[in-house]
Structure formats: structure tokens, C-alpha cells
């Protein structure tokens, strides 16, 4: 026990460092993230300390040691196209293994666009996916800072062709993971089945396997990509006298008069 208990004392010992450095880089959404882990952890020190007759700490889900923003992102890589937070928090879970806390995307993209203001040395910020027609923020929708303006536009045709897109990614990249453990395996291929609910052409009783999923929704891709494209590609056009500010993080909507 006291191998344990000194093995907890350790942990506690690093995340109040890290605490104090991430407060001392204002990192606030950091510094929320690691006390959560210290009161964990000191909950499992009393709780081992008291004996059997303590109440353990119900097991919680894992967490990364990424912050949001760099959550949000590796998962939009693996996406490839605008994407809804709900949708993020899926793959994010189902391929990452960890969980990506609603509350933690709630204020992300405010603090993104004030981190982008104020920063001197750039960094691919997580930003929302514009209107075509307006350049307007599109509520609940994230994109990466890095990615083409025309990638980050969604025009009348976007939606279906932006979930084909992630389809055609989640399920080669699933493809490439065969090897995971049967519960994480497990994890992915439900995602892939419920991905596979709305993509036509998928149905007829056939094995929905991740290289069927990939082959169907590519094909549904080929058809629809040109026009949508066309008209994202039109529209940034268009967008090129807009400040870059405007560009990542939208037009504001008009004050009422």
C-alpha cells in the first residue's frame, strides 16, 4: 500500500507543477483540466489511505492530456471537412479513446478568436465553417485555420458532401487500424454503422464493412463533389476583399437598428 500511496503522492506532486505553470501561462482551460485530475487523484490517495470501508471514486472516462484546441484538431485532420461539435466528440472518442467534454467546446472558438488577435507568433487555430453566401459563422460547426478558405465554406450542397468526405476518411483510416484491441475495435465500427445509416446505396442486406463504406461513399462523392466545389471555390473568390480576421472567424451579423 504505501508503494501505492507514494505513487499517487507523485502524481499529485506533478500535476500541481503543471498547475503552476500553466496558470503562470494563463492557460485557464489547462488549468481547470488539472485540478479536475488532482482532486481525482487525491480522492484515490484518501480512499486508499481509509481502508475498504472509503468510497472509491467512481471510475472516470479518459481523459486527454491535449487541450481542446488540440483535440478538436487532430480530429478534423482525420475528418477532412467541416464538422459538427457532436460529430467531433464521436470520432474523437471512437478513434482517440478519450472524451472531449461539451463544456470544454463551449467557449473554444470566443477564445480562439481572441487567441488569434492577440497572439504574435502564429498557431492553426480551431475556427467555425462559413456561410458561402454570407461569410457568416455557422453555429456548432469547427474547421482548422490552416485548411484552404474554399474547405472552410459551406455552400446549399456542402452538408452531404462534407459527411461523405468524413465517411470516406473514417472509414479508411479505420481500415488501417484493424488491429486494435476488440473494444476499441468494437467502438469504431459502430461509429462506421451509424455512418453508414445515411449514406445511399448501402443497404440490400450486404455486410457493411469499412472497405464497402469507403467504396459507396466515394463513389456518391464523385458525383456531388464537382458542383460543390465549383460553388465553394466561386465563393471564396468572391470572399478575397475581407480582412483575415473575417476570413477565419466570419462576418459579424448585423446589430439591429
Known amino acids: 500500500m504505501d508503494e501505492a500511496l507514494d505513487a499517487i503522492e507523485r502524481e499529485m506532486d506533478r500535476l500541481r507543477t503543471e498547475i503552476r505553470s500553466a496558470a503562470e501561462a494563463s492557460d485557464a482551460e489547462r488549468v481547470a483540466e488539472l485540478r479536475s485530475q488532482l482532486r481525482a487523484a487525491q480522492a484515490g490517495w484518501d480512499a486508499l489511505l481509509l481502508g475498504p470501508a472509503a468510497p472509491l ?24 471537412a467541416p464538422a459538427a461539435q457532436k460529430t467531433i466528440r464521436s470520432v474523437q472518442a ?57 474547405q472552410r465554406l459551406v455552400a446549399s450542397g456542402s452538408g452531404q458532401v462534407n459527411f461523405l468526405t468524413m465517411a470516406v476518411n473514417l472509414a479508411e483510416a479505420a481500415e488501417r487500424t484493424a488491429g486494435r484491441a476488440p473494444g476499441e475495435a468494437d467502438v469504431i465500427q459502430q461509429l462506421l454503422l451509424d455512418v453508414a445509416r445515411s449514406i445511399p446505396g448501402l443497404g440490400g442486406g450486404q455486410p457493411v464493412s469499412a472497405a464497402r463504406i469507403q467504396a ?10 464537382p458542383a460543390d466545389q465549383d460553388a465553394r471555390d466561386q465563393a471564396a473568390l468572391r470572399a478575397a476583399r475581407f480582412e483575415a480576421a473575417e476570413l477565419l472567424f466570419g462576418v459579424p451579423e448585423p446589430e439591429n437598428i
Open 57 to 80: 471514486p467512481a471510475p472516470a472516462a479518459p481523459r486527454s492530456m491535449k487541450s481542446a484546441r488540440e483535440q478538436v484538431l487532430e480530429t478534423l485532420k482525420l475528418i477532412g
Open 94 to 150: 471512437a478513434f482517440f479513446g478519450t472524451t472531449l467534454p461539451a463544456v470544454r467546446l463551449a467557449s473554444l472558438r470566443r477564445d480562439e478568436e481572441r487567441s488569434f488577435r492577440s497572439r504574435s507568433t502564429p498557431r492553426i487555430h480551431v475556427c467555425p465553417a462559413l456561410g458561402a453566401d454570407t461569410l457568416r459563422p455557422i453555429r456548432s460547426v469547427l474547421v482548422a485555420s490552416d485548411w484552404p478558405l474554399a
Open 216 to 225: 459507396v461513399a466515394q463513389h456518391e462523392l464523385d458525383r456531388l463533389l
